[in-house]
């Protein structure tokens, strides 16, 4: 069966069926297989409307075919699959395109005719109006993840997914990105589903954190922690720890501050 869409997402929402209201994302049984190996397997999954979801697990675990399927890039699949029509996706890659301007990139794949202010407008949401001319090649690796984002937001979603969006940045330009994302989600108030390795990005970001093992959700807890958070706090820590042994990896001691990924 190929991906399912449909548009509403909020509750009681006109010709929504009632089942389906109160959730942005709602998979039933979906099983993905390639060469007869089922890399998703029977899976369900719902996330709320709002809702920031952060999805953990080793690598090969299924999470980015996940991700691909609920953006509408892998339709060879059984089961079924609602997600909103209005939804984008940003990719650890930024993939801009080289001999487009970034504001020209931004309205990359829009409908009609947009007009430059509206790149402006989201290139701005993002801190990066002042290079609304430049060409890709001259933005440093936090700029062009932000002109990344500035492309889906312009999309005006009502899904968010996040493909490893800072895996490739530095340190401090993580830091900066995540804050990025966390202000974004909060005034957007788009459902975001974040695929990443890193256990102390999910426990920074999410309401709550899935852990995906052999096709399946096999482990989801709410994170019960007010923002802005901080990796200081006891309970931060508990939670990364919990989330480390579902990975089946080591918590180290609680005073190394080193992000930690998953696999």
């Known amino acids: 069966m190929a991906t399912d869409v449909h548009r509403p997402v909020t509750p009681n929402a006109p010709n929504t069926p009632t089942t389906h209201a109160t959730s942005a994302v709602r998979v039933e049984g979906l099983t993905r297989s390639f ?11 719902d996330v709320k409307p709002g809702e920031f979801v952060a999805l953990l697990g080793r690598s090969g675990c299924g999470k980015s075919t996940l991700l691909r399927i609920l953006a509408g890039l892998d339709r060879d699949i059984e089961g079924t699959v609602l997600v909103p029509r209005r939804k984008a ?10 001999w487009k301007r970034v504001w020209r990139n931004v309205l990359l ?10 790149a402006e407008r989201a ?10 001319n430049a060409w890709p090649k001259t933005l440093s690796g936090g700029e062009a993840q932000r002109a990344s984002l500035a ?6 979603p ?15 330009t993580r830091i900066k990105a995540q804050r990025l994302v966390d202000e974004l989600w909060q005034r957007r108030g788009c459902a975001v589903l974040l695929v990443t390795h890193d256990v102390e ?8 954190v899935l852990v995906m093992d052999e096709g399946v959700i096999a482990y989801e807890t709410e994170i019960d922690l007010d923002r802005p958070r901080g990796i200081s706090d006891p309970r931060f820590a508990e ?13 180290p001691d609680a005073a190394e501050a080193e992000p930690v990924a998953a696999a």
């Open 35 to 45: 060469d007869g190996r089922a890399v998703i397997d029977q899976l369900d999954l």
């Open 89 to 98: 996706v940003a990719f650890q890659a930024p993939r801009l395109m080289p």
């Open 109 to 118: 794949g829009l409908k009609g005719k947009p007009e430059r202010g509206v």
């Open 123 to 132: 290139l701005e949401e993002v801190g990066l109006k002042h290079r609304t």
């Open 151 to 156: 492309r889906a937001l312009v999309r005006e």
């Open 158 to 172: 009502d899904l968010l997914l996040l493909d490893e969006p800072f895996g490739a940045l530095d340190a401090l």
């Open 201 to 208: 990005e999910a426990v920074l970001l999410a309401d709550r």
């Open 239 to 251: 939670l990364r720890a919990e989330l480390l042994k579902r990975l089946g990896v080591d918590a």
